[in-house]
């Protein structure tokens, strides 16, 4: 058996787009069900990333697996109906189809929902056996135990920053309302067992790790466990954490101890009412000075993350954002516009309201506006996103935040000069017509 894992990326995202492989690190999805295929099968497994090259028409396999967000769905879609049509059977799995099951079995003979550590499994012994079934539900009493380890083999590590990622915690509790991630799989976080997380560390024989989890402070106890069990292995390390940390004394020790060198932390807005309003009630924006002073001083760089067009905002936010940026000294800010999900409290919310305005999924990809802001238009908003992104990667606002390079410069030059200056240079050339435009790949053409 032959089988195809394939990730499709959205126009800004693909290998040929603007997110170059200083902030590029392997992803883990397709690894991990590439390890997961039941050796009993006796199966080839390929695995094609677009973000990192091209996805080949012309590939062959028994099967194909696609993984799906909500902003790559029409081409996920675009694939799977080319591939279709070529005879071969097509599972869709993911965030989106998780959310959107029917509009995805439109276009895959499988789908599967929820978590797929023993759906993907599962379903390739069905195929196997001739007994397919069209729909895969993640069980209950799921767990990430005993998961075997990502088969990072299977990539092309030229095209990533590193091939070290490791994933401790799954999911978040926490109650964003624009987050697709609880409504797709629920607010549990699920953890691996210490000992499975240091010994996979420990394997790579690497100095550095990435946790590209969703909030490694998703259970305080578990993460003082793990980093104080990192302690003795001597690695660096970066992850995701939220702006509490900056009050918990104890666990940012921790952390420090344990190696940890750059953070990124959603702190969303500088307007406490706009944080506020998305259920973002741990960030307080008067604090955020001292957070990014308790970090650096922790020897810990930060990656700020805001999102624009909250209620609250107007158009003064986004030179107001740029200037307390530099002034906090935030390594390396990334913006977003807020993105209604679908089957979010966010989307149910501007759906009672009628102010979603898009709905080519393709442009829900948190660069691009679907709905009409409350206290801007929407153009304010859309030439205001890229003026932030361009002033903030200007070579004296990049010099401005970083001086006097004291703060890991190792990692923090290069992910501003070769990573993030390069996607803000080139933000303004992903119109709609190039986002929703999948007329690359057979039968299907630019989208309305």
């Keep these: 058996m032959k089988i195809a894992l394939l990730s499709p990326a959205g126009a800004m995202h693909r290998h040929n787009g603007s997110f170059g492989k200083a902030i590029h690190y392997a992803p883990l999805t397709l690894t991990t069900l590439a390890a997961l295929v039941p050796p009993e099968l006796n199966a ?69 929902t929820g978590f797929g550590e023993f ?123 939220t702006s509490s940390v900056g009050i918990d004394d104890a666990l940012m020790k921790v952390f420090e101890k344990s190696g940890c060198k750059g953070l990124l932390i959603g702190l969303e807005s500088f307007n406490q009412g706009a944080n ?27 990656q700020g993350c805001f999102a624009f067009g909250a209620d609250d905002e107007d158009a003064s936010v986004f030179e107001r954002t740029v200037e307390q940026v530099i002034r906090a000294k935030i390594d390396l800010p990334r913006y977003s516009i807020l993105t209604p999900f679908p089957k979010t409290q966010y989307y149910a919310q501007l759906e009672r309201e009628a102010r979603i305005v898009e709905r080519n999924w393709a442009m829900y990809d948190v660069e691009h506006l679907v709905y009409r802001p409350a206290k801007m238009t929407g153009d304010q908003l859309l030439r205001g996103i890229e003026w932030a992104w361009k002033e903030t990667y200007t070579y004296k606002s990049i010099a401005k935040r970083l001086a006097p390079f004291a703060i890991n410069p190792w990692l923090s030059l290069p992910t501003n000069l070769g990573g993030y200056k390069g996607y803000a240079d080139k933000f303004h050339q992903f119109t709609r017509q190039v986002m929703c435009d999948n007329s690359d790949i057979p039968g299907i053409g630019a989208a309305k």
Aim: glycine content about 8%; proline content about 7%; aromatic content about 8%.
């Design 44 to 112: 080839t497994v390929e695995i094609y990333d677009e973000t990192a090259g091209e996805i080949p028409l012309g590939l062959e396999a028994d099967l194909i697996g696609i993984t799906c967000i909500t902003g790559t769905a029409p081409r996920c879609y675009a694939y799977a109906d080319h591939f279709r049509g070529r005879g071969i059977p097509v599972v869709l799995g993911g965030v989106h189809p998780t959310l959107m099951p029917e509009e995805a079995q439109l276009h895959a003979d499988v789908v599967l």
């Design 276 to 302: 506020r309003s998305v259920g973002k009630h741990l960030n307080k924006v008067e604090s955020y000075d001292e957070l990014i002073k308790k970090l650096h001083a922790s020897g810990i760089i930060v």
């Design 119 to 241: 759906t993907f499994p599962q379903m390739l012994r069905d195929f196997a056996a001739g007994q397919l079934k069209p729909r895969y539900a993640q069980e209950a009493g799921y767990t990430i135990a005993g998961r075997p380890t990502p088969r990072r083999g299977l990539l092309d590590k030229k095209r990533y920053t590193t091939m070290n990622t490791v994933e401790a915690v799954r999911g978040c509790s926490l109650p964003c309302t624009f987050c697709a991630y609880p409504a797709a799989f629920g607010s549990i976080p699920y953890k691996r067992p210490v000992k499975e997380v240091v010994a996979e560390i420990e394997a790579l024989s690497a100095r550095a790790i990435l946790f590209p989890d969703v909030n490694l402070m998703a259970d305080r106890a578990y993460a003082i466990e793990l980093f104080t069990a990192m302690i003795p292995l001597k690695k660096y390390w970066g992850g995701c954490a």
